[in-house]
C-alpha cells in the first residue's frame, strides 16, 4: 500500500485559509484525503503564537504542510518552527512539507530544522507568487492602473501558487519527492515593467510600472494602516530578497510534475476573464 492509498491518514495544513494552503486543502479533500485546516479561526485552532492551540490541532496528524506568516524571515520564525517539529514527532507526525522562500538565509535556517527533524520531509522553496497581483498586497494597484513599488528592473520568476500547491501535494501524498528541495519559479523572468505589461494586455487597459524610492513606500505603506508584520516583510524582501540574487530559473515544479511551470501571462488572462481587477462598483 503506498503512502497515497491511505485515505485515512489526517493531513493537518498549516495556514489552510491562505494563497497556498487552501488549494492544498482544497486538492487533497478532491482526493479523498482527511484535512484539518490550520488556522486561528479553525476548530481545533492553530495559531503560532499560541503554542497552546498546538496539540489539539495536531492531534491524530500524520502529515504537515507547514507556511509559516507573513514570512519565514520574520524574528522568531526559526525557534516556532524547532518547536513544531518537536511537538509534531511527540504527537506521531510522520511528513513534513515546508513552504520556504528563496535567497532567503532566516528561510534556509527553518529548512535545516525541518531536514534535521528524523521525519519524512520536502522543502517547497518559492519566488514570488504571481497571486500577490490578485489576492494580496499589490491588487488594489493593479485595480487603479499603477503598480508603484521599489523594484526597479530587477528580474523575478514569478511563480504561480496553483503549481506551488500541486508541488505540495504531491509531496504531501507520494513517497518519491521525500528528502527533495524544491526550488520553484515561473517559466521566464520578469522585471515588473514586464508584469505590468502582461497584466495591461489581459485586461484590455493601461497598468503601468512606476519605480518609486525603497523608503517613502514603506513610509506610505505604514501610513496606510498596514499591519506592522506586512510592513516589515515587504521592507525585507524589497530591499533584501529583490536584489538580482534570485534571477535565474529553476527546474522545481518539473521535476516534482514533469510538466512546464504556469506562465504569468496565462494566470493574467484567466483572472482578468474571471474579473480579478475589476474596481468594486
Known sequence: MTYQSNAEQLTLVIGGTGKTGARVAERLTAMGRKVRIGSRSSAPAFDWDREATWEAALEG???????????????????????????????????????????????????EVVQESGLEWTIVRASWFNQNFSEGAFIEMVRSGTITLPAGDTPEPFVD????????????????????????????????????????????????????????????????????????????????????RNAYLTDGVERALGRKPRDFADYARQLAANGAWRAAA
Open 161 to 244: 501558487t496553483d503549481d506551488i500547491a500541486d508541488v505540495a501535494v504531491a509531496a504531501l501524498t507520494e513517497d518519491r519527492h521525500i528528502g527533495e528541495v524544491y526550488e520553484v519559479t515561473g517559466p521566464r523572468l520578469m522585471t515588473l515593467a514586464d508584469v505590468a505589461a502582461d497584466l495591461s494586455a489581459a485586461t484590455g487597459r493601461s497598468i503601468d510600472f512606476v519605480d518609486v524610492p525603497h523608503e517613502a513606500f514603506v513610509d506610505s505603506l505604514a501610513g496606510s494602516g498596514a499591519p506592522d508584520d506586512v510592513v516589515w516583510m515587504l521592507d525585507y524582501l524589497f530591499s533584501t530578497v529583490l536584489d538580482g
Open 61 to 111: 496528524v500524520s502529515s504537515i504542510y507547514i507556511t509559516y506568516s507573513p514570512d519565514l524571515a520574520m524574528p522568531g520564525a526559526t525557534d516556532a518552527i524547532k518547536a513544531l517539529v518537536w511537538r509534531a514527532r511527540l504527537e506521531g507526525v510522520t511528513r513534513l512539507v515546508l513552504l520556504s522562500g528563496r535567497g532567503e538565509t532566516e528561510a534556509q535556517a527553518c529548512e
